[in-house]
Nanobody
Framework: QVQLVESGGGLVQPGGSLRLSCAASGSIFRIDVMGWYRQAPGKERELVAT???????NYADSVKGRFTISRDAAKNTAYLEMNSLKPEDTAAYFCNVQGYRDPFFRFSSWGQGTQVTVSS
C-alpha cells in the first residue's frame, strides 16, 4: 500500500499565496509522476500540475505563471507553490502519485484532498 498525506490548504485572500505538500510513504519501488488535481463544487476534477521523475513539468493553462510544482525525490514529496491566487482557484486539491510498488506492480494513489479557499 502507498499512502499520501497532504497539507498546506487553507483560506487566503485574492492575490495571496499558499504552499501544498504531498508526502508519499509505504511500499514504493519507484515514483514516476507526482501531480496535483483540483475539484470545485459541481465541477469535474481537473489537472493542475504534474512533475515527472526527470523533473519534467506540465501545467494547466489557468495556472501557468502562477503555480510551481516541484518534488523532493529523497523524501517522496511533491510541493505546489501557488501565488497570485484567484477566487476561481477555490477547490479541493488532490495529490496523485504514480509509480511501482515493486519491479512489476504499478500503482496510482490519491490523497484525501486539502481545501483551498480564496476569498476576501
Amino acid at each position: 500500500q502507498v499512502q499520501l498525506v497532504e497539507s498546506g490548504g487553507g483560506l487566503v485572500q485574492p492575490g495571496g499565496s499558499l504552499r501544498l505538500s504531498c508526502a508519499a510513504s509505504g511500499s514504493i519501488f519507484r515514483i514516476d509522476v507526482m501531480g496535483w488535481y483540483r475539484q470545485a463544487p459541481g465541477k469535474e476534477r481537473e489537472l493542475v500540475a504534474t512533475v515527472t521523475s526527470g523533473s519534467g513539468t506540465n501545467y494547466a493553462d489557468s495556472v501557468k505563471g502562477r503555480f510551481t510544482i516541484s518534488r523532493d525525490a529523497a523524501k517522496n514529496t511533491a510541493y505546489l507553490e501557488m501565488n497570485s491566487l484567484k477566487p476561481e482557484d477555490t477547490a479541493a486539491y488532490f495529490c496523485n502519485v504514480q509509480g511501482y510498488r515493486d519491479p512489476f506492480f504499478r500503482f496510482s494513489s490519491w490523497g484525501q484532498g486539502t481545501q483551498v479557499t480564496v476569498s476576501s
